[in-house]
């Protein structure tokens, strides 16, 4: 029996590693959003800045604070990383028969720690992009919502009350708060992810079988995308800033060019880049971990 993922088999791995990425993280976001949303300068994010957000937190909800936010966090993440990565996989398959974006011959085609297409460099870079953006504006909603949830100026208890709030207050357009800003967040972290988690894996794999040793794909996976993670998180954290304070300041922060120009003279462009960049860092070496692994697990169970 051919050993490529079929549909559902991609379905299942996304949804599982959004789960997983989800549960385990929550806190991170939860963090990155109280030190997003403060006006003026931040003061940093040392350990003891970050103590004090957690402690004010648990004090205030208990432990289980820590993860206000997880249902929009889930909902988001669960179908929305699932269909990610099955759009983002049709995608790369159909780009893999135009010559211009197929890759070269020097790319490493027979895998035994994927079972994922291969294309050019530029292909990465635009495959990622198209899959991330096209999804964004469906999940926009639910990005709204959870953003709302961490940051400690709403008082929302249920789901319900908090779509019907912002329904009420902004009309449906507030359900779109913020979304120019995330797709020119996710469109470049999206495709420079994909550029150098694809590159970064080859190259790995390859120094793996020089040295006569057998590739672990687990180790592969979670080094390569933990490391494509950090280099994109960085490029692009001054728009999760703009798209975090319109999501939960709409009030003040009405367009995207005032909020630029308000967070620059703010300087905050890298409020919480720490926090961010270590939930992707470990949000993406689960997340591709758990999902190259059932995609190979579920190869071979149909083998």
Not at 41 to 55: E, P, Q, V, W, Y
Not at 153 to 180: D, H, P
Request: hydrophobic share 40%.
């Amino acid at each position: 029996m051919s050993g490529k993922p079929r549909a559902t088999s991609h379905l299942l791995a996304g949804a599982s590693s959004g789960f997983a990425s989800a549960i385990v993280l929550q806190p991170f976001d939860l963090m990155k959003t109280r030190l997003q949303q403060v006006d003026g300068r931040s003061t940093g994010m040392g350990f003891g800045r970050l103590l004090g957000i957690a402690r004010g937190i648990t004090d205030a909800h208990g432990w289980r604070g820590l993860w206000r936010g997880t249902n929009a966090t889930l909902l988001r993440n669960v179908p929305g990383v699932a269909v990610y990565f099955y759009a983002l996989q049709t995608i790369r398959t159909q780009m893999t028969k135009m010559p211009h974006f197929a890759a070269a011959p020097s790319v490493l085609q027979v895998s035994g720690t994927t079972v994922l297409p291969k294309l050019s460099r530029e292909g990465d870079l635009i495959a990622g992009a198209v899959a991330r953006v096209s999804l964004g504006v469906l999940l926009n909603p639910f990005t709204v919502i959870k953003a709302r949830f961490e940051s400690d100026l709403y008082n929302y208890k249920t789901m319900r009350e908090a779509f019907t709030g912002i329904v009420r207050q902004q009309g449906i357009r507030g359900l779109l708060s913020g979304w120019t800003p995330s797709a020119m967040r996710d469109a470049p972290y999206a495709g420079i992810f994909l550029l150098f988690y694809e590159q970064i894996k080859d190259k790995f794999e390859r120094v793996m079988i020089t040295a006569h040793r057998e590739p672990s794909p687990g180790l592969i996976h979670s080094v390569s995308a933990a490391t494509a993670a950090g280099v994109a998180s960085c490029i692009t954290h001054p728009f999760d800033v703009v798209k975090t304070k319109m999501q939960i300041r709409p009030e003040r922060y009405t367009s995207m060019t005032k909020t630029i120009f308000i967070v620059l003279k703010e300087k905050t462009f890298f409020n919480g880049l720490g926090l961010r960049m270590s939930r992707k860092v470990l949000s993406s070496a689960i997340t591709w971990t758990v999902y190259e692994g059932t995609l190979l697990l579920l190869r071979e169970r149909r083998r």
